[in-house]
Structures are given as C-alpha cells and as structure tokens.
C-alpha cells in the first residue's frame, strides 16, 4: 500500500554493495567489475512508474572508473537487465521503482589522481601514436596548437575585459540592476535565453558566470554599446571606432572557435586591437 512507502532513498554506497553481490549470484561477473568503485546516485522524479500505485518513477546513475567506462559495451539487453536487478535490489517500502539506468565515467576521480596537463597528454599521444601510425598526430598539429594557446589566452582576456567595462559603466549609472534597464534588441535577448538553456540541458558545462553579459560574445557585446551609446559615447572617439575593432575580434574569434590557424596577421590585428582599447579606456578625459 502506497500509506507504507518512506519514499527515501537507501544510502546509496550500500544499496551498491549489495547489487554488486547480486550481480556476481546471478553469473553478471562483467557486470559486476565494470561497476566496482563506482559511485551510485539514486534519483526518483516527480512522475509515478505506473508500475505500481504511487511509486516513484526511479533512475540509478553509476559514475564508473574511466578505464571500466572505456571498455564498457552496454546494449540495450545487457542496460535492460541492469535495471532488473538494480530495481530488486530496491527495498519495496521506499515507493522507488527503477525504471531506468545511466553508466558515465567518473571525471572526478580520473583527474584527482591524473596530474599531467593537457599539453602532457598530446606529447604522450604525440609519441606513443608517431608518424608511423595510420591515424596519428602530426608534428605541425602540435607546434600550431601551441600557438593557438596564446591567441586564446589573448582573446580569453579581451572579451572578458569588454565585458568588466561595460558592467562597471552600466553598475555606476544603474546600479546591480542595471541589466534590466539597458537597451536590447530581441537578437540579444534570444542569444542569452538560447544560450542559458543549452547549459541547462548540458549539465558537464561550467555556468558562465552571474552576470547576463557572460552569455554574449563580441558581436552582441558591440550591439549592446551602439544601442546605448548615450552611456558609453564619452570612453570612445565615436562608434564606428569602437565598432570596427570589436568586428576584427569577433572574425578572430570565430576562426579560434572552429578552430583554425591564426597567422601573423591576424595576431598583430589581436595585439592592436587590444592595447588601443586599454589605452582608450584608460585615457584621462576632459
């Protein structure tokens, strides 16, 4: 009877142990490894099962080894009987029906316990995987993307001061709410509420950050300060100045974002392009 269910969940490290020991009486051995030093997470929704009155609709999350993740093969026959059991091993009285099972690596695990940076990892690629390899890594790949490290660093460090600028300028006139009172056409709304939900859905993506200005790049930052210019007119010569660089870093930027080679060119463009803001910014004004 639905009057007798705790809708609690067990602890999950247990609940684990003991599938674990169901999995190896019922001959799932493979199973049984693939699983061991997992983590377990029990989650019901707010939907009934259907399966039985007023019991919870209920997935189990396993964040496995990455090595075990990487060898793991889960059809849907093998997913179908993990949710059997998982579902078994859930004690009646809680009102938790197992309904469905997801296997993920354990990022945190595998980065606490490897230290090489990323760099290290493509050299290790680099050289276990050499020329000889099919499928390798070429030499230039590397040195290039070495470079590509600074341009990102460069642009990384651009658009985030545009960004600190325009919220100090807005914060001064406005105040902390000064979101709400500026000037934004529908393309900029549209981008952030867009933008807001995909980081919503993909749940491995770090939040952007507390302000709205963190879900707009280059070109929606240089359409906010054309359509409040009256608040931003006095920092700059006029707006075609300010509007012809921001357009140059966001071409740049797109290239860094598909991940093409920057030349020399383009790079030179980014240091101009960065140091005539600053010291347009910083410039003493009659």
């Not at 993920?104 to 050289?127: A, G, V």
């Not at 390899?133 to 490290?149: A, N, Q, Y």
């Not at 660093?153 to 807005?170: D, G, K, P, S, T």
């Not at 914060?171 to 980081?199: A, M, P, V």
Request: a negative charge.
């Amino acid at each position: 009877m639905s009057d007798n269910f705790t809708y609690q969940a067990p602890d999950s490290d247990k609940y684990l142990q003991v599938l674990l020991k169901l999995l190896k009486s019922k001959g799932e051995n493979s199973l049984s490894e693939l699983l061991k030093n997992s983590k377990c997470v029990i989650e019901s929704s707010s939907s009934f099962s259907r399966s039985r009155w007023n019991a919870y609709y209920t997935s189990v999350y396993f964040y496995v080894p990455t090595d075990n993740f990487e060898i793991m093969n889960l059809d849907e026959k093998t997913k179908s009987r993990l949710v059997e059991l998982c579902d078994m091993v859930m004690p009646k009285n809680i009102g938790f029906d197992v309904m469905n099972v997801e296997i993920s690596p354990n990022i945190d695990d595998y980065f606490s316990s490897n230290e090489s940076t990323l760099e290290d990892d493509l050299e290790e690629f680099s050289q276990s995987f050499g020329e000889t390899e099919k499928f390798h890594i070429p030499g230039d790949v590397l040195s290039k993307g070495k470079e590509m490290m600074k341009v990102y660093l460069y642009l990384y460090a651009i658009e985030n001061y545009v960004r600190i600028f325009i919220e100090q300028v807005c914060i001064d006139i406005y105040g902390q709410d000064y979101f709400s009172k500026l000037t934004l056409t529908k393309i900029i709304k549209d981008t952030i509420t867009g933008r807001k939900r995909t980081e919503e859905k993909n749940h491995w993506v770090s939040v952007r950050g507390d302000s709205d200005l963190f879900y707009l790049d280059f070109i929606e930052l240089n359409a906010l300060i054309q359509n409040n210019w009256e608040i931003f007119k006095e920092f700059f010569p006029d707006q075609s100045w300010i509007t012809a660089k921001l357009n140059e870093l966001y071409s740049i930027r797109n290239l860094v974002a598909h991940n093409s080679y920057i030349g020399e060119h383009e790079r030179n463009i980014l240091q101009v392009n960065f140091r005539s803001i600053v010291k347009q910014l910083n410039s003493n004004k009659s």
